[in-house]
């Protein structure tokens, strides 16, 4: 079956423009996580969503960055106002997420972004 | 705040030999997960332990959950160019799973 897809794989921008990043989870799970990944470096999570729940934004670096998840399936994390560090790859990871239980989760490829 | 440490960063081992990495929490976990990530890849989860004391293999890689469920450990025997990249531990923190930094592996063959 389809896994997580992410779309742009590679993004370059200019420093300063806004970019919009798309995830497309599993069909049918409910959790979707957004981490970052700078090069040779480790997980860096950014935001949470489960089902209806309030999003747990609390990795995000700063008020540039922002994300939603439409009908509890396509995520998009957009970033502001792009600045050189944030420069990394972004991955987006789904799982059931059944309440009270932890699953495992599945990764996209990835977006790489570039801001010149 | 809670965190997953994990430990060494860096390993690089002489095919053949074997290889281990840690993880510890300063509190209990329910679970811990572990993943790996072959270079230019992304993270691939391998296993999940959930029980006090439980150990699992797959084939040469033997996973453990401490009896307090506050540290892990993935041991490799023997390995392999395939063994070849980052291997993150993951435990729950709040609501959501949390990653270790990694531990990067790499193998001189």
């Known amino acids: 079956g389809a896994g997580v897809s992410q779309s742009p794989s590679n993004k370059v921008t200019e420093k300063g423009k806004d970019v919009e990043l798309r995830c497309d989870p599993i069909s049918g799970h409910t959790a979707l996580y957004w981490y970052r990944q700078s090069l040779g470096q480790g997980l860096e999570f950014l935001i949470y969503f489960q089902g209806n729940s309030a999003p747990d934004k609390s990795g995000l670096p700063s008020d540039r960055f922002s994300a939603e998840r439409t009908g509890g399936s396509v995520s998009t994390l957009t970033i502001q106002r792009t600045q050189q560090e944030d420069s990394a790859v972004y991955l987006c990871?789904?799982?059931?997420?059944?309440?009270?239980?932890?699953?495992?989760?599945?990764f996209g490829p990835g977006t790489r972004l570039t801001v010149l | 705040g809670q965190q997953v440490m994990q430990i060494p960063q860096y390993q690089h081992v002489q095919e053949g030999e074997d290889f281990t990495t840690y993880c510890n929490s300063s509190?209990?976990?329910?679970?811990i997960q572990w993943y790996k990530q072959r270079p230019g890849g992304h993270p691939v989860f391998l296993i999940q332990l959930v029980k006090s004391g439980e150990v699992k293999k797959q084939k040469r890689l033997t996973f453990q959950f401490g009896e307090a469920k506050k540290n892990s450990s993935l041991h490799i025997t023997a390995t392999q160019t395939t063994d070849v990249g980052t291997y993150f531990c993951?435990?729950?923190?709040?609501?959501?799973?949390?990653f270790g930094a990694g531990t990067r592996l790499t193998v001189k063959p």
């Open positions: 993951a435990g729950p923190l709040q609501n959501d799973m949390r």
């Open positions: 990871a789904s799982s059931l997420g059944a309440s009270g239980s932890y699953n495992e989760q599945f």
């Open positions: 509190t209990t976990l329910s679970n």
